[in-house]
C-alpha cells in the first residue's frame, strides 16, 4: 500500500510522505487564496473550490474563512452552507449529505494520535526528516444537519440525518437520525418531531 492507501483505511502512515506533503501543501494554499477573496467575487471562489474539493454539490457555499487539510478526500452534498472559521481534517473521508448547515468556528477532525506519549512524540528518520505515529478515522454527516457554533466532531463519528447539534458541542460518539443532541461529551436530549415546526411558535410571526 502507499502512504496514502494506508492513510485513508486507518492506518498508521508516514507523514512525511513527499505525495501527501504535496496535496497538504496544495490545499493550504488553495484554503488561503480563498479566504482572500471577497463575496462578491463568486466566480473566483467556486473556482478556487472546485480545485480544493473536488468532490462538491451545486449550491454549497462557504462563507470563509477555511481550511482544509486535503479536500480531495471531502464530500459535500448540494446545498451545505458554511459559516465563518469552517476547518476540516480530511485525512480520512469526510463525508457530508445534502442541505447541511455549519455555524461559526466548526471543525471536523479526523485524525487521531497514540496515546502514550512514547509513541505519540515526533520522530526523525535516518536524514533528519520528522515524523509521527498518526492514523485517523472518518466522519459521515447526513443529509438535512445542522451543527451550531463550536461544535466538534471527531474521527469515527456517523452523525444520522436530520439532526441538529447544540453549540459548543464535541461530538465524540454516533448520534441516531432526526436527534436533537448536544454537550461534552454530545449526548442525545430527545427526538425532533412534528411539533417543533416554527409554525406553532406565535411570537415568532
Given at each position: ?103 461559526p468556528n466548526c471543525m471536523l477532525a479526523t485524525p487521531v494520535h497514540p496515546f502514550r506519549y512514547q509513541e505519540r512524540n515526533i520522530k526523525y528518520k535516518e536524514d533528519g526528516t520528522a515524523y509521527d505515529d498518526e492514523y485517523a478515522k ?68
Open positions: 500500500m502507499t502512504e496514502k492507501e494506508k492513510m485513508l483505511a486507518g492506518k498508521i502512515y508516514d507523514t512525511s510522505d513527499e505525495e501527501l506533503a504535496a496535496m497538504r501543501l496544495k490545499a493550504h494554499k488553495l484554503s488561503a487564496r480563498y479566504n482572500s477573496v471577497f463575496e462578491d467575487e463568486e466566480d473566483i471562489r467556486n473556482k478556487i473550490l472546485s480545485e480544493l474539493i473536488p468532490n462538491i454539490g451545486k449550491g454549497t457555499y462557504m462563507q470563509g474563512p477555511i481550511q482544509f487539510d486535503y479536500g480531495a478526500f471531502t464530500t459535500f452534498g448540494e446545498n451545505c452552507y458554511a459559516n465563518f472559521n469552517f476547518s476540516v481534517l480530511d485525512i480520512c473521508p469526510v463525508t457530508i449529505g445534502d442541505n447541511v448547515f455549519f455555524g472518518p466522519i459521515t454527516i447526513g443529509s438535512n444537519c445542522w451543527l451550531a457554533s463550536n461544535v466538534v466532531v471527531i474521527g469515527g463519528v456517523t452523525i444520522g440525518e436530520g439532526c441538529v447539534i447544540g453549540a459548543g458541542s464535541v461530538v465524540t460518539r454516533d448520534i441516531p437520525a432526526n436527534s436533537l443532541a448536544a454537550g461534552n461529551p454530545c449526548r442525545v436530549i430527545r427526538e425532533i418531531t412534528k411539533k417543533d415546526s416554527i409554525k406553532y411558535k406565535k411570537e415568532l410571526f
